[in-house]
């Protein structure tokens, strides 16, 4: 069963919206392309989880069930997202195990040089230009 994130949230705005078009325009997609989503959601189930009519909308019991479910399933991987996110993330500049720094001074080439014998697989370049009209 290759149920995806997409398809609970569909049922789950289909539900909380009451009809397929409403429940749309809150995901900011066609009409029939939610319907094919809820089409194929409940074919890889198995079952029915949406009664329709010319007329109304319903949840079957097995879609009320689910509908439940997806609530909790997708709020679970929101908080999963954010707080992944939020950890603190290495910073990368420019190409992976590359470090390149342009100074004016000749102090960086010995942290250069450090940083060269403490990553195995870094290239470093200390790139020296020359000072500004009046500094050393």
């Given amino acids: 069963m290759n149920v995806?994130?997409?398809?609970?949230?569909?049922?789950?705005a289909i539900g909380d919206e009451g009809t397929i078009s409403a429940a749309a325009a809150v995901l900011r997609i066609s009409?029939?392309?939610l319907s094919r989503t809820l089409d194929?959601?409940?074919r890889r189930i198995g079952t029915t989880l949406?009664?329709?009519?010319?007329?109304?909308l319903a949840l079957t019991d097995?879609?009320?069930?689910l509908h439940e479910r997806a609530h909790l399933i997708l709020n679970q991987v929101d908080d999963a997202l954010a707080e992944a996110a939020a950890e603190p993330q290495p910073l990368h500049v420019g190409s992976?195990?590359?470090?390149s720094v342009t100074t004016r001074s000749?102090?960086?080439?010995?942290g250069?040089?450090?940083i060269r014998r403490r990553r195995s697989g870094c290239t470093a370049a200390t790139i020296r230009r020359p000072p500004y009209d009046g500094e050393s």
Avoid: I, K
Wanted: contains cysteine; proline residues 5%; hydrophobic residues 30%.
């Fill in 40 to 42: 194929q959601l409940e």
């Fill in 106 to 110: 000749a102090c960086c080439g010995r």
């Fill in 112 to 114: 250069v040089t450090g």
């Fill in 96 to 99: 992976p195990g590359r470090l």
């Fill in 4 to 12: 995806e994130l997409r398809h609970l949230r569909a049922l789950a």
């Fill in 31 to 33: 009409q029939p392309a």
């Fill in 62 to 65: 097995a879609g009320r069930r």
């Fill in 50 to 56: 949406v009664e329709r009519t010319t007329r109304r």
